[in-house]
Structures are given as C-alpha cells and as structure tokens.
C-alpha cells in the first residue's frame, strides 16, 4: 500500500480530488465523460504537470473494451455505465440521459498498473461494488474505501458488508451527503497537511480519520442503515408519501429531500 495515494474512481467536476491534492497525496483519477474530463484537466492542469495528479479518461468495466456510457446534462453527477440506473432515473425524475462509447477498463489492471493506495474514493453511480470486489485479487487493501451506498436493494446493501467483511474491512461510518457541504476540515490535521476547504454539494467530503463521527462494527452499521432504508421507504423519491396523492408536493412544501449515503471502510 502506498501510504501517500489516494485513488478517486468518479472524478466528477475535481473537487475532492483538488482536496486530495492540496493535503498533499498523490492523486489517480477516474472519469468515464470526455467533457468532464476536459474541464477537470483545465482546473487542475498544475497538479497535472508536475505529475502530482494522473487523471484517467476511462469508465471501470468488467472487461478492458469499449462500452456504452450514460450521461446526463442536468446532472452531470449521474453519469453512469449502468442501465438499469438510467431506467429508473428517467423514469422518478423526467430527465434524459444520452449514449455515449468510452473505453472500458477491468480496476484489476488500473490497480495493477498505479499500485493500492491508501484511500480508496468511488463513486460511479450503481456500479461501486466492481472497484471494491476487484480487491480480491491483491494480498494488501487500501486503509480506507468509500463507497456511495446502494439504495434500491437491502440485499445488495448486506452484499456489500459482506464483501468489505471478507477483505478485511471492520470499522464502518455511514455519511449522510446532503450534510457534506457542513463539514470543516479538522486542525490538526487527521491525514495529510491541514487546508480550509468548503465542499461544494456533490462532493464525498473528508476521508480516513478526519470522517465525522465514531466508526461502528458491522452490525452497528447495518443496524444503522436498516433506519436510513425506512426512511428511503417512507420519505424517498419513490416512498409512501410520494406515491400518495399530493405527496410530493408535501414533501416539497416542508423541504424533506431524500438523502444519500457513503458507506466507509477502515481496516
């Protein structure tokens, strides 16, 4: 493990990335979309050059060939290579989404290639769990993994603690997103250099030591995410109250929008 890398698979627009970078790791950056890609290497063009930051132009894929690449202009965040993700934003939010060919690539080999790093960031929109089952195949894990926690399945859900339990992982702390642009950046620093740094909406916020709250055992944490489904349930886009008459535009009224989670691992 390199204890002075930090893999982000889902760059997205940089910013946890130029977090990363101005705390002082060295940065491997994965985005799938051509024109995020661009705008990132813009931004961050300085990191680039004195070979600080490698960005990737490349989506994770089971297998190293082209593949079919989903973005999506209103939110450009949910770029994805996942069908069945699409289908169901189209159909809960009206948004469309345009088909695109970029080239795949198996983690195995991006890992094989850049070496495990010490933390580990995805964030690629339904298919997070190749990243992490691609850790099977290496005798040393990254100390840290985030991962943007499945949604739509509770046994998908437990199929990632159980993934994470058999490469070691034990320590876990559920972030709730839609607080990520409220988090301050601890002083002393907990990993790296201290910088301020105000997360934009979007962002996975801080990693490792500097996480807010306290790490849980497994069952802590599935104790844990069985009250945040029943929210999903009951408050969610798709929820009770959204499918009764009028729900939505309660949920509206009253401001109760439906939060995401990161799950993340320490060993």
Request: glycine share 8%; hydrophobic share 35%; with cysteine.
């Amino acid at each position: 493990m390199d204890k002075n890398l930090i893999i982000d698979v889902g760059v997205h627009t940089g910013q946890d990335t130029e977090f990363y970078l101005k705390k002082g790791f060295r940065v491997i950056g994965v985005e799938a979309d051509p024109q995020i890609c661009k705008s990132v290497k813009e931004r961050l063009n300085y990191y680039i050059e004195n070979g600080q930051f490698t960005l990737l132009n490349i989506a994770v894929s089971t297998k190293d060939e082209p593949i079919t690449f989903y973005t999506n202009s209103d939110r450009t965040f949910w770029g994805t290579t996942s069908l069945d993700r699409v289908n169901k934003s189209e159909v809960l939010f009206n948004t469309p989404f345009v088909e695109i060919t970029v080239e795949g690539c198996r983690f195995e080999k991006i890992l094989e290639q850049f070496g495990i790093p010490y933390y580990l960031k995805v964030d690629i929109e339904g298919t997070e769990i190749l990243c992490v089952n691609a850790l099977k195949h290496f005798e040393t894990k990254p100390q840290f993994i985030s991962i943007e926690s499945t949604k739509s399945s509770w046994n998908a859900l437990l199929n990632e603690f159980a993934v994470f339990k058999e490469l070691g992982y034990h320590k876990f702390k559920a972030i709730n997103q839609a607080e990520v642009t409220k988090q301050v950046c601890p002083s002393p620093a907990r990993e790296g250099q201290y910088i301020p740094y105000q997360f934009e909406y979007g962002a996975s916020g801080l990693f490792g030591e500097e996480t807010p709250g306290n790490w849980l055992s497994e069952s802590e944490i599935i104790k844990l995410y069985k009250g945040i489904f029943w929210n999903y349930k009951t408050l969610g886009i798709n929820g009770i109250i959204s499918r009764l008459p009028g729900g939505k535009m309660l949920l509206d009224t009253l401001n109760i929008k439906e939060p995401w989670y990161d799950t993340h691992a320490s060993l």
